[in-house]
């Protein structure tokens, strides 16, 4: 099946410092990656959808100036948190759905660790 | 969006088969039902989707009423690595507009 991987699987960071997360589909094309957070115990919460070449759409309560999206490539998109604090400690995962498949289906990363001290 | 109810969690045993339900009474024309499964520290991993009637592959059954406005997954013989979170989603599939948006989820935990 279709993978998809992030960089890193956990950080570490200090409160002020900027972090970015790469998510890349490694075997086909994704024109569309989402971002989502997760908290402990808590469900995914999507905070923007990332489409190629062209501005992220964030949702509702999500920073743009502070959670930057770039999704330069068809196979690569990044988060950048920038200014981190420790409230942005969180899990963080990304998604890329694959149209050329039979099936509509989003794949997603293992997911990357942040901590902020 | 279809908004998607579960229940908060499930126990059961090894061996025995699990079926949870959703019900999403707002579901539109064009929105599929997908399953994904959730380990903790890990990403979702996709378990089956459906538009009606019921699908079945290795590792699920996926049934859906007539209606749509609810489905049922069913796992076959849980094991001990069955315990997990396990959400359904209702999205339209092939259009541009759609993303997923995760419910709270059904917290399954498989008993010895």
């Known amino acids: 099946g279709a993978v998809v991987s992030q960089h890193p699987s956990r950080v570490i960071c200090k409160s002020g410092t900027s972090v970015k997360i790469e998510c890349r589909s490694l075997?086909?094309?994704?024109?569309?990656m989402f971002w989502y957070r997760q908290f402990p115990k808590q469900s995914l919460m999507l905070m923007a959808t990332?489409?190629?070449?062209?501005?992220?759409?964030?949702e509702q309560g999500v920073e743009k100036d502070k959670f930057l999206i770039n999704h330069a490539s068809l196979t690569l998109s990044t988060l950048t948190v920038t200014s981190a604090h420790p409230e942005d400690s969180s899990f963080y995962i990304c998604?890329?759905?694959?149209?050329?498949?039979?099936?509509?289906?989003?794949?997603f990363g293992p997911g990357t660790r942040l901590t902020v001290t | 969006l279809a908004k998607t109810t579960q229940p908060i969690s499930m126990d059961s045993y090894e061996g025995q088969e699990v079926n949870i339900t959703c019900s999403h009474n707002?579901?539109?024309?064009?929105?599929?039902i997908t399953w994904y499964q959730q380990f903790p520290s890990q990403g979702p991993r996709f378990i089956i989707q459906?538009?009606?009637t019921k699908v079945t592959n290795e590792v699920a059954s996926l049934f859906i009423p007539a209606d749509r406005k609810s489905s049922t997954l069913s796992l076959p013989r849980v094991s001990l690595s069955d315990t997990a979170v396990y959400y359904c989603?209702?999205?339209?599939?092939?259009?541009?507009?759609?993303?997923?948006?995760f419910g709270a989820g059904t917290r399954l935990f498989v008993k010895a």
């Open positions: 998604s890329a759905r694959d149209l050329g498949g039979r099936l509509d289906e989003q794949y």
């Open positions: 075997d086909f094309q994704a024109t569309t």
């Open positions: 990332s489409n190629e070449g062209s501005k992220a759409t964030y």
């Open positions: 707002n579901i539109a024309t064009n929105d599929y």
């Open positions: 459906g538009y009606k």
């Open positions: 989603l209702v999205g339209a599939a092939y259009t541009g507009g759609f993303k997923t948006i």
